[in-house]
């Protein structure tokens, strides 16, 4: 299949109006992926049809969630060249999204796909996960915290939950071993006041990709001491 039927029966499958507007994006989007990843190191998906299969409609599997709905704040937690966070917002442009990566190389070009594709309510931050989940700032402050392919599931616990509000959710989209993360994560998820609440089975068009989307609803507060300081959730997971 070429770039635009992946795109096409993507966005359909997901209930998406394919308007001039989003086409126009992701082609702008793509554009800009391919032309940055030559001065910089972006993404190792460059082929036209793999960067919608695996980059575009993965991101945008996370609707299936339904938690991603309008007016939402949703950060996006080691975006990398912006995903899931950038697809979401193309298709849904009332989210306030903030992109964050502690690479400023990624985040200088982020805010840069932003000016292009024009898209406002969104913030680019650098830095690691552990200082801005203390900040108070960004601490407890969102609707959904997201993330794709940063690390095992109980460090990313320990990034990702310290932002989402009580009642919020922490989205993390995995691979086929969904399940066995899930059984050693399952302590710190408690721990950073979070709940298992599900998993959800991806059919992404690609038979070789098995993806699982794990939603984790924010129950209690996390406790101060969450996160550590930098570099120990992903050296001692809790
Ligand atoms: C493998 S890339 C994945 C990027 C993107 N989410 C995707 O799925 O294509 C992991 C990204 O997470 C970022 N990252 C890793 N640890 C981080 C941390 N503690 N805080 C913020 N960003 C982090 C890295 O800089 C990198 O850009």
Redesign the pocket.
Known sequence: MNYEKIMQEGLEKYHIKNDEYINASFLKYRELIKEWNKKINL?SITEDEEIATK?FID?IATILTEKIVDNVKVI?????????GIPLKIVNRSIDLTL????KK?IDFLKIVADELNLDKITCLH????DYGKNISYREKYDISI?????NLSSLAE?CLPFVKIGGYFIS?KGPKALDEIRTAENAINKLGGKIEGIIKVDLMDEEINHQIIVIKKITNTPKKFPRK?GL??KKPL
Not at 147 to 151: D, I, Q
């Open positions: 993404t980059h991101s996006d937690v080691g975006t990398g060249a912006g995903f899931p964050l990566d502690s690479l990624r830095g690691r996960a552990e993330s794709r392919a940063v690390a990034y989209l930098a959730p992903s």
